[in-house]
Structures are given as structure tokens and as C-alpha cells.
């Protein structure tokens, strides 16, 4: 009897450790097949939707929306911004660019989510593409820890980016108006331009004037030339263009009280094309009021070069 029982325990024992074994091995194979589960679902996400929020087909879009800014294809097929003002061209085909290869860099968690969904109440922006019209894509989004986070109107949210620019997304979808607009403001070919004024307020003596005549070009006080420099010059006028328009009452209010560093004046024999810039510099920005509207813009050290003293004409 005594050994019949140690036999019989002996059993019990070898079956509660294959019980344990097999519990193991169950645990395992569950671990297994849930870190295959999320790693599909994960290569899915890479495959199939990492490129949901690109605008890899351009053909047929008639506009954007981003937030307070439209930006719209006319019937004529021009763009327009807010329906008010030309569109900056260059800038327009950068954005299709960059749509284009807009990828998900990844899920936001549901914890964040829901925090991401009380600051979108407050501080998100609408962004929708549009199509013949109708939105085709449309989502919320705000600039977060300096990335672009967004919420869909089916409830999901991801962190957008653009592989290979260093250009942040969100800075793109919270540029103003100002910002699309065309940004040329004078437009003056070799032999359109009939006149070039620069006034330096506080330096009289340094002033200049460049007009044509018959012939090429003259500089008042210079009767020797370089011609190449003055060529060089006049070539500038051809596209003066600035980094945007300021919607600043305040800065503009100061401005105006202000003396300006120069005054720039062109003449032109379309007389649509002639304009004058008062120009306000300091450390950081150069700002400039435009003659014909009396908007206010702002500029790049890249406007110096308008600057020329009269001594590097000749």
C-alpha cells in the first residue's frame, strides 16, 4: 500500500509539472502571436496607410484650406488667395511638392489623444484639400513639442512629417495670407524701365538716379560708365520680390513715424508697373512700405543689393 501511494503521488506530481509546462508553453505561443498581431498591424500601417495624408495625385485640385487662408483655382485656372489676391507661384508648386510625400511618423496613443482633442477645440486648424470643389482630405491639426499633430474626423490621430525636409508641416498649414501671396512688387524689364531713383534720407550726398536714354542708361553727376554694373543692376528690377505681407497695424503705425533708411522710386513705361518702397532697416528685418497700396512688407538682407552706392556705377 505504502508504495502504491508514493507511485501514485509520483503521478500527481508529473502531471501538475506538465500542467505547468504546458501553461508555459501556452503563455508563449500568446506572447508569440500577440507581438506577430501588433507587428502586422504595424507593417500595415507602414504599407497601406503611411502615405494616407500625401497628395500623390495632383490632378484636379482646385484649391486648400488652411484654417483663416483658402487657396483656390479660379475658373480661368488662376490661383488665388481668399479669393483677393494672386497667388505666389513658386510657392504653389513647393506646396504640391511637399504634400506629396507627407507621411505618418506615428499613432498617437489614446491617453494623448484625448488631451489632443480639448487643445484641438481651442487651437486647432482646419485643413482640408479640395477637388473639383469637394474635399477629398480633411483633418484638424496643432504644432506640438515642435511636431504636426493631427486629429480626422473619424476620430483617429497621428504625428504627420515629411521625410527628408527640415521644414516643419504645421509651420506650412499656419501661414497667413500675407505669406501666399505673390510676392513681387516690382516687375521692371531692361527696356520697360525708364527711371531709377534712390533716396538715402539721412546721406543726401549719396543718393543716385539712373535713366534711360536713347541709348543705354545714365547716371546723373558719372560720365563714365561701367556699363556692365549698371546692366547688372537694372537687371535687378526685373523681379524685386519680398519674403511677405505684413498684416501689423501696430509696426506699420510706427513706421510711418519713422525716417526711412532710402526711398526707392521706379518709373516705367507701363505705368501699372511703376511703384516706390520706403525702406526701413535694422538689425534683424528690413521692412518696407509700398508707394501704390501703402502695405507694409518685410524683407531678407537679399534687398541690399537695391542699395547700390553711386560709386560702384562707374
Not at 495632383?58 to 486648400?64: H, L, V
Not at 479660379?74 to 483677393?84: C, I, L, S
Not at 489623444?113 to 482630405?137: R, W
Not at 503705425?253 to 508697373?273: M, R
Request: charged share 25%; proline share 3%; hydrophobic share 40%.
Amino acid at each position: 500500500m505504502i508504495i502504491f501511494y508514493v507511485k501514485q503521488t509520483r503521478k500527481r506530481d508529473m502531471s501538475n509539472k506538465i500542467k505547468i509546462l504546458l501553461g508555459l508553453i501556452l503563455i508563449e505561443i500568446l506572447a508569440i502571436v500577440f507581438s506577430l498581431s501588433m507587428e502586422n498591424k504595424q507593417t500595415s500601417l507602414n504599407n497601406n496607410n503611411l502615405q494616407q495624408f500625401a497628395l500623390l495625385d495632383s490632378a484636379g485640385i482646385s484649391g486648400f484650406v488652411f484654417g483663416n487662408t483658402t487657396l483656390q483655382r479660379n475658373e480661368y485656372g488662376a490661383w488665388r488667395v481668399n479669393n483677393k489676391y494672386p497667388i505666389d507661384a513658386p510657392l504653389l508648386r513647393q506646396l504640391f511638392q511637399l504634400l506629396a510625400k507627407v507621411e505618418i511618423k506615428k499613432p498617437i496613443s489614446d491617453d494623448a489623444k484625448k488631451e489632443l482633442t480639448e487643445q484641438i477645440k481651442t487651437e486647432g486648424i482646419e485643413v482640408k484639400y479640395l477637388k473639383d470643389g469637394a474635399s477629398i482630405q480633411s483633418f484638424k491639426m496643432i504644432e506640438k513639442n515642435g511636431e504636426c499633430h493631427i486629429l480626422t474626423n473619424d476620430n483617429q490621430a497621428f504625428v504627420l512629417y515629411v521625410p527628408g525636409y527640415i521644414i516643419l508641416l504645421s509651420e506650412v498649414f499656419k501661414m497667413s495670407e500675407g505669406d501666399w501671396r505673390e510676392k513681387t512688387v516690382i516687375s521692371s524689364r531692361f527696356l520697360g524701365l525708364s527711371k531709377i531713383k534712390v533716396t538715402y534720407t539721412n546721406k543726401p550726398e549719396e543718393s543716385f538716379e539712373i535713366e534711360k536714354d536713347s541709348l543705354f542708361f545714365k547716371v546723373q553727376g558719372i560720365s563714365q560708365l561701367d556699363t556692365n554694373m549698371v546692366g547688372n543692376y537694372v537687371d535687378a528690377y526685373k523681379s524685386v520680390r519680398v519674403f511677405s505681407f505684413l498684416d501689423k497695424p501696430t509696426i506699420k503705425d510706427s513706421l510711418s513715424k519713422a525716417t526711412p533708411y532710402c526711398l526707392i522710386e521706379v518709373d516705367d513705361i507701363d505705368k501699372d508697373k511703376s511703384n516706390s518702397i520706403k525702406v526701413f532697416t535694422n538689425r534683424e528685418r528690413i521692412y518696407g512700405i509700398l508707394g501704390k497700396t501703402e502695405e507694409l512688407v518685410v524683407r531678407t538682407a537679399l534687398f541690399y543689393p537695391l542699395f547700390g552706392k553711386e560709386e560702384g556705377l562707374c
